[in-house]
Nanobody, 114 residues
Framework: QGQLEQSGGGLVQPGGSLRLSCVAS????????VNWYRHPPGKERERVAV?????GDTSYADSRFTIAIDDDKNAVYLQMDNLKTDDTAMYYC??????????WGQGTQVTVSS
């Protein structure tokens, strides 16, 4: 089935940047659609970015976010710039491919605070 290992979260001041990593093992990540979700405290989970595996197309809920892929590392990254306190949340990646179970990362906490 494979696994996704996340890293890169932490505490950052408003206006700062973070890059979250999502590294796959057991399957080729670039061939799957990768979603980034976040779950803010007391709110519903929401999708913030997606990269479609078949086409490489990306879509974002916010223009401050960018997805990048590194085939050599079998990893997808979420670059987040100009962070705001409202971006504070647990961030998750998942990988989807038709006919295969959805694989989720363990999550990484992002806290934006001065």
């Amino acid at each position: 089935q494979g696994q996704l290992e996340q890293s890169g979260g932490g505490l950052v001041q408003p206006g700062g940047s973070l890059r979250l990593s999502c590294v796959a093992s057991g399957f080729i990540l670039s061939r799957r659609t990768v979603n980034w979700y976040r779950h803010p405290p007391g709110k519903e989970r929401e999708r913030v970015a997606v990269r479609v595996g078949a086409t490489g197309d990306t879509s974002y809920a916010d223009s401050r976010f960018t997805i990048a892929i590194d085939d050599d590392k079998n990893a997808v990254y979420l670059q987040m710039d100009n962070l705001k306190t409202d971006d504070t949340a647990m961030y998750y990646c998942n990988a989807i491919q038709l006919g295969r179970p959805v694989v989720w990362g363990q999550g990484t906490q992002v806290t934006v605070s001065s």
